[in-house]
């Protein structure tokens, strides 16, 4: 916890955009050396992320869809599509985009009918116009490891790949234009959605435990492609 706090300190001590960039870095190296199994565990706890799911087939139960087709952001091996599959009422076509080319590795075998990208925040933009449209974006628990500006291009790109976006992550600065982090990058989703074209239609719950600042929410799309295939605003 001390060199927790001392690290802390002295990266407060930066400038904002190198104390992003460091911050990024880490949590990058970490997912990257010590994560870089973890999609193992979450296809064993699979069933916990069924919040996650329901608020999926309330979207699309809502619009009257009768096919669920779905990009994930930050899809690890697949755990959310099992999940998917076992309480969707309808048939689901799946994309997962993921940094950790062991987890994507994984999902391919345990998922050969559907399609896995090696894909971070940075490559996002230049797949966007090869990866077709879909009902539901959905980014889990992946955007505070993500600097505010980056964060900001992939709720863009989700904007223009899906009708519906849902989010799951820390909110503890969902309305918050400004602010002090504490470690990750908690970002002011309303603020950030509204520069993406994306509306809010479903707007984040207080948890009954006031420790827990996660949840989810779910907004809407007016995103469309340009004459060059290129998302405009």
Partial sequence: ???????????????EEMAAGFLAAKHRLWW????????????QDY???????????EVLHRVGRDRAR?????????????????ILPWPVSYLGLDFQP??????????????????????????VPRLGHFDVFIA?????????DRAQTVLRCAACLADYVLV??????????????DGLFLHPYAALCRKAGLEIVVS????????????YFVARSAGRFNEDGVCGD
Avoid: W
């Fill in 70 to 86: 779905i990009i994930e952001f930050g899809c690890s091996g697949g755990n959310n599509l099992r999940l998917m599959r076992e």
């Fill in 204 to 215: 984040p719950e207080r948890p009954e435990d006031p420790g827990n600042r996660h949840g």
């Fill in 168 to 181: 799951c992550d820390d909110l503890s600065r969902f309305h918050l234009a400004s602010g002090r982090n």
């Fill in 32 to 43: 990257r050396t010590k994560g870089s199994k973890l999609h193992l565990a979450y296809a």
């Fill in 102 to 127: 062991d987890a994507i590795a994984y999902a391919r075998q345990q998922y050969p009918e559907d399609v896995f990208h090696v894909c971070d925040d940075l490559g996002l933009p230049d797949l």
């Fill in 140 to 148: 889990s628990a992946v955007l505070y490891y993500i600097p505010l």
């Fill in 47 to 57: 069933k916990t992320r069924s919040a996650i799911v329901s608020a999926v087939k």
């Fill in 1 to 15: 916890m001390f060199l927790k706090d001392v690290a802390k300190t002295v990266i407060d001590l930066f400038p």
